[in-house]
């Protein structure tokens, strides 16, 4: 039962949307990690050289880059494990079989587990493909190649398989707010992880980094500047050398082996409190049942009433909703315009839906990055340090884009509302103005100041972050795969990378500035052609 309970769970999760979208950026990210010698980027460098594409080089490299992005961005797959159970009413019906829920726990456990390293095999094929591909060494050597796989990046798909378990089992983690500061964690482990000395090896890299370093030594080459693993932009091509791999000790393995100890003992610990959808039992003793327990982070939809004139509004209770008698921002926007204000009428209940249980806090912050981006001294620091900070703030809201229809089971009632464009326009028209009211402090700066690329940047950044998010959420119909895309992507820029600077904050450093916001602009109206064409597609599916 155990192992049925584990398959079926994987096999309901591989037929998702954003099981198919991580796994095709993990492909991708194999052929990212493996560029051809002339490219402007590299994943993994000591000082300024890389290793000879052979099958230990790109072995290794494509398991530190698919391990580390598999612990980011699947993590927010597999968090959803007993959610699912949870809202379809799976629950109940386990609460009454004589399951335990030690049991329940290494089911899924085993679910996030096999659901993950489904990821890594597709890697460890696409590794192959790769050194076959830049065709700097035809050697293959099977053992070498997919080594790294088994030994570094299999223990940190485990330990994210059981994290996510635990995050969601906790009421406050398995909020939006768990998926933040699931990214924070993965960027100190990612970075603190390589160091030397750490316990059981830390992520397994500094092994690996020993050996290539007496590698280079014992070839005269001159190793200068430090390790690095990540996505690094190159100024001019890297040297080369050869390294064959390394013979892992028995202490290492050890270590590797600990840590899928260790997940499993994580996976384990929920059992203590967990009440297995038993309604009985409370909720780490809050008086409060796991049904109760809000589902999500500060939003919460309570209504929909923009469905048009001459209709009667639908009301739709979410979890955790704000009082009515209790004055909101959201309240406040609740107008009665006249009829046919239609378009009005439609985008203000798209703005209520969003801002539907925002918290005072968050509102205080809003107002504090504006007031700091207005007393921010010069421009530089306008683009580069508040414009970042200012649209960072509002990811929990954005990622509600293209899911609340879906989540609260309205889609089929407002599937029967003919104008579906105008529909989904107002749905994107209110979260742009959730990112035009989060931006409005460097903007009042950049329109002060004259600077008027820095707002072509500005309005290409606002285009494209509810684009993005209203697609990504369409498509998956949850609101974790945007968090876990736009995240990165958010800290690509604050970073200084120039993958894909949306918000014109590197123009400085980027190549690309001068066309930047054209690129974003044109990006933005194709990411909202797929939307259009998904709610078609899937409007002639039901017919």
Known sequence: ???????????????????????????????????????????????????????????????????????????????????????????????????????????????????????????????????????????????????????????????????????????????????????????????????????????????????MYDDMVAQHIDVTGAFSLGLTYLDKPLGLFTWDGFTPTAGYVLGRVTLLLIAVVIAMLPALWFGRFDPARTWLGQGRTPEQAPADGVVQPVFIDEVGPGTPPLSVQGHGGASPSRPTVATLLRTRPEPGAVTLRVWAGEVRILLQGVRWWWWTGAAFLMIAALSSPGIHGIIRVMLPLSWIWPVLIWSRLGTQRHEYHVDGMLGAYPAVRRRVFAEWAAGLTITAVAGIGPLIRLVAAADWFGLAGWVGGALFIPSLALTLGTLSRTHRLFQAVYLPLWYSVANGLPIFDFMGALRDSSELAAVQPSVTVVVSAALMAIVFMTGVLRRFGRD
């Open 1 to 211: 039962m155990l192992t049925g309970l584990a398959v079926a769970d994987f096999r309901d999760r591989v037929r998702r949307p954003a099981y198919v979208v991580i796994l095709a950026a993990a492909v991708a990210l194999g052929y990212v990690a493996v560029p051809d010698s002339d490219a402007k980027w590299m994943i993994m460098q000591i000082g300024d050289h890389r290793g000879i594409y052979n099958s230990a080089y790109v072995g290794m490299v494509t398991a530190l880059a698919s391990g580390l992005w598999i612990t980011l961005g699947g993590f927010y797959i597999v968090r959803n494990s007993i959610e699912r159970d949870r809202s379809t009413r799976v629950g109940q019906l386990l609460a009454a079989t004589p399951l335990r829920t030690t049991a329940y726990m290494v089911g899924k456990f085993l679910s996030n587990l096999m659901l993950l390293s489904s990821m890594l095999v597709v890697l460890a094929l696409t590794a192959l493909v790769m050194q076959l591909a830049r065709g700097e060494s035809h050697d293959i050597d099977l053992i070498a190649l997919w080594q790294p796989f088994l030994l570094i990046a299999l223990p940190l798909v485990a330990l994210t398989a059981a994290l996510a378990l635990l995050f969601e089992s906790l009421p406050l983690l398995r909020t939006g707010l768990g998926n933040i500061l699931w990214f924070c964690i993965w960027m100190v482990v990612s970075t603190a992880g390589q160091g030397p000395g750490l316990p059981l090896d830390g992520i397994g890299v500094n092994s690996v980094v020993r050996s």
